[in-house]
């Protein structure tokens, strides 16, 4: 009998109300695969953007505050150590986000009909795929340089035409042309807004379908396809919310710092607690903005799911694996003990939902064997397998 919601997603069309509580339901079925992995990289880049601001603030101390201090003070051994950490810091966040949107896309997949996740399953499901990964963020990043060189020029192109007839004692108008000049830079924003929103899917599509980057831009933009409002505007609401729910925890920690900073009493105390309280507070906020700006990540997945099973009905296969799932495992899924049940862990249980879905309408990758179709918990078709038979084809992980 299908099961309406067995895991993490609702099995049908998902309404906002859905998206908020899924997002839950998702981190509360596999928190070991979301906050182990957001912890990871989060980790790293904070330790290394902390020490980056510890090297600037034990090499200048309060005359960082110094607005007399030369600028020149600043560029030396400290100062490239600290924009060498930021970078790298930097770069470990974006290569995290991508990771891990690929890694909760296979979480969110196998939530979705009441099979968990390890984090060492999460990591072994993207065996063989971290180029295609690294592909995408060298697309992204290429995108991104694109968009900011077309801001330049389209904020100086106007700026010129405007200041041409401008007399430079005509202080409204210059003030004018400012403001239509930064108006005119931000206008290829909208632009890109547009194609962000339509390429959302990208890396769902890409890790779950296993298929390539530029086949899975076309993929995203076939499933948006009559979606781009309801996206974009589901996307702001939930940014907006993940930007206050950061605020709101960050707030009463800056508070406190703030007056014991300010309690120091000699220079040499305010150096030594300046210290200590900006590396916890900036390792601190790197942690909790990289674990809240994960669970957005969450939501583009959503997406991908919802439009799968409004236009290619995959939430009736889902039901029906659930169902086979369910059947086929009656131990209790609170009970911890290895002999009455298959842990996560093990590669038998390396199934991906939605891979070899009938709505992809595409062939088997070459060297494709089909499983044995002898009965298990998964049935039979491409999901199934006998009790000694691998999970997936051969050689796809």
Not at 129 to 139: K, M, Q, T
């Amino acid at each position: 009998m299908p099961i309406a919601q067995p895991g993490s997603l609702p099995l049908r069309a998902l309404t906002l109300g859905d998206y908020f509580t899924a997002l839950f339901a998702a981190i509360r079925f596999s928190p070991g695969v979301f906050f182990g992995a957001a912890l990871i990289f989060g980790a790293i880049a904070a330790m290394l953007s902390a020490t980056g601001e510890f090297l600037m603030l034990r090499a200048f101390g309060t005359s960082l505050m110094d607005p007399t201090v030369p600028i020149d003070n600043f560029v030396s051994g400290s100062g490239v150590g600290f924009l060498a950490t930021t970078l790298l810091s930097v770069v470990t966040l974006v290569l995290g986000h991508v990771f891990n949107w690929a890694i909760y896309s296979v979480m969110i997949a196998r939530s979705a009909i009441g099979v968990k996740t390890s984090l060492s399953q999460g990591f072994r499901f993207l065996r063989g795929r971290w180029g295609r990964l690294i592909g995408v963020l060298a697309l992204m990043l290429a995108a991104l340089f694109v968009l900011y060189i077309v801001m330049i020029l389209v904020g100086v192109l106007t700026f010129t035409l405007i200041f041409a007839g401008v007399e430079p004692g005509d202080f409204g108008a210059i003030f004018l042309g400012f403001i239509t000049s930064f108006l005119m830079a931000c206008l290829p924003l909208l632009g890109a807004a547009y194609f962000v929103t339509r390429w959302l899917l990208i890396v769902p599509a890409m890790v779950i379908e296993d298929i390539g980057i530029f086949a899975a831009l076309r993929r995203s933009w076939r499933l948006t396809r009559g979606h781009f409002w309801r996206t974009l505007l589901i996307s702001v609401l939930f940014m907006l919310i993940f930007w206050f729910v950061s605020y709101v925890i960050m707030s009463p920690l800056l508070f406190v710092s703030f007056f014991v900073i300010m309690s120091a009493g000699t220079e040499t105390e305010l150096n030594t607690t300046m210290l200590i309280v900006n590396f916890v507070v900036s390792a601190l906020a790197q942690i909790v903005g990289f674990i809240v700006s994960s669970m957005s990540l969450l939501v583009g997945i959503f997406f991908y799911f919802d439009y799968r099973f409004r236009k290619e009905g995959l939430s009736l296969e889902f039901q029906q694996l659930a169902a086979q799932h369910a059947s086929g495992n009656t131990a209790d899924r609170f009970d911890t003990s290895l002999e009455e049940q298959t842990g996560s862990n093990d590669e038998s249980n390396d199934i991906i939902p939605g891979r070899y879905s009938a709505g992809l309408q595409q062939a088997p990758s070459p060297g494709f064997q089909q499983p044995p179709q002898a009965p298990g918990p998964y049935g039979s078709g491409p999901y199934g397998h006998g009790p000694h038979g691998p999970p997936n084809p051969p050689g796809l992980y």
